[in-house]
């Protein structure tokens, strides 16, 4: 059981309670102290600077960090950087006001195959996975928001203030997707997302990421098991943006030649840079009398993520790594899912991914960014 650990988002508080007192524990704490991420000469007597690394366009110190999610705001980030997550990525925003779903957001998830993992094509995920409040170790956790956003009056100056945070070999990510609304056709959905980047644009980010993958819109189909139309956002989106580098999300595509129809579309294109995989993994969740473990309607299914998706994550960096190389394409792999130790973290690099993210871990383990930089010395 690991109740004791002291939480960047508190998950027995509501997502507003989180917005406006969060982050706590160890990340609180960062945050009253300036300077802690910051890199510092090395003991050789060496500049860190040195050994910084270029990821897309940028000097980073470790590719290492934080992807959408748990950082809800400015004061996330700036702890994040502090506590040495050289990347940070700003929680996914939108082009208008949008509210979260009811709590509970988050539950513990404990898969029953021997494995710990689950893999798109598992019984499990269809038969119900149960979900309850005893969080274990190693740790998997459901992740029911629905995207929640500020209005952009809101959330520009936040953002704006956030990139301005970021130490040297630090990065701020912001993070963005369209809004689907009942009367919108596809141009109104493609210029959604268009006017979305732009105003990301406008904070002064030298890149962003468009989740593509978000599986708790209540739609069965999510936007990245069309590469057709993610092809047609990216271009319209990269149209607005210029040479800022594009990222998508994406969430665990099965098959090969689906995800070489996705590369096609947006990569060989031109309009994007950088490929994130894996969000959350969809799962019906279950209490331990077989019910729905999540209240209200259309959350019988939600994404989980943390250690049951690892095996997914690193599939999918994989198989995105030999695509690369197959379709001579260049772009950067940003690999997520299932990271809590610094191990995962060398898995990942192995694998092909140029840089790792980690949310659930960073959530239930401060130190794991400080843990990744110690692997240098
Ligand atoms: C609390 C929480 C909120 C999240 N919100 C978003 C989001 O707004 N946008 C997004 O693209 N992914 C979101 N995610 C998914 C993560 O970015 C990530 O893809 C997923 O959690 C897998 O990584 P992990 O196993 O390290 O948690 C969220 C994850 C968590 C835990």
Redesign the pocket.
């Known amino acids: 059981m690991v109740r004791d650990f002291a939480p960047l988002?508190d998950v027995n508080a509501s997502y507003e309670d989180n917005y406006e007192h969060g982050p706590f524990g160890a990340f609180g704490e960062a945050l009253e102290h300036e300077g802690d991420g910051v890199a510092a000469p090395s003991a050789d007597g060496q500049s860190n600077e040195d050994r910084f690394q270029s990821f897309l366009g940028n000097m980073v110190r470790e590719p290492f960090g934080i992807?959408?999610?748990?950082l809800l705001n400015e004061r996330f980030a700036t702890a994040a950087f502090r506590m040495g997550f050289d990347l940070a990525?700003y929680?996914?925003v939108r082009s208008r006001q949008w509210g979260c779903n009811p709590f509970p957001?988050?539950l513990s998830v404990h898969p029953k195959n021997k494995s710990g993992f689950l893999v798109p094509g598992n019984a499990e995920l269809d038969e119900g996975v149960l979900a309850d409040t005893h969080y274990e170790s190693p740790v998997s956790?459901s992740?029911s928001?629905g995207?929640p956003s500020r209005d952009p009056d809101v959330w520009q100056p936040d953002m704006h203030k956030a990139i301005g945070q970021a130490g040297r070999g630090q990065l701020l990510i912001p993070?963005f997707?369209g809004s689907r609304t009942p009367e919108m056709d596809t141009q109104a959905y493609i210029a959604d997302h268009v006017l979305t980047a732009k105003l990301v644009a406008e904070t002064g980010a030298s890149l962003m990421?468009m989740?593509t993958?978000?599986p708790n819109e209540g739609h069965n189909r999510l936007l990245c098991h069309d590469p057709r139309l993610v092809g047609e956002i990216t271009d319209a989106v990269k149209r607005e943006i210029g040479d800022l580098p594009l990222i998508i999300?994406l969430a665990y595509i099965p098959t090969d030649e689906a995800l070489e129809s996705m590369l096609r579309n947006t990569v060989a294109r031109g309009s994007v840079q950088g490929i994130a995989a894996?969000?959350?993994i969809s799962a019906k969740l279950v209490d331990a009398q077989g019910g729905q473990a999540l209240p209200g309607e259309g959350r019988e299914r939600s994404?989980v993520?943390?250690n049951a998706?690892?095996q997914a994550?690193l599939d999918m960096v994989r198989r995105l790594a030999a695509l690369r190389e197959r379709m001579d394409l260049n772009f950067a792999i940003i690999g997520?899912?299932?990271?809590l130790s610094a191990q995962d973290y060398v898995s990942y690099r192995q694998s092909g991914a140029d840089a790792v993210?980690?949310?659930?871990?960073?959530?239930w383990n401060a130190r794991l960014a400080q843990e990744i930089h110690a692997l240098k010395q």
């Open positions: 988002y992807p959408a999610g748990p990525v929680k996914t957001n988050v956790i992740n928001f995207v993070s997707q990421e989740n993958s978000c999300k894996i969000n959350t994404g993520c943390g998706i690892r994550g997520v899912g299932g990271v993210m980690s949310a659930t871990g960073a959530m």
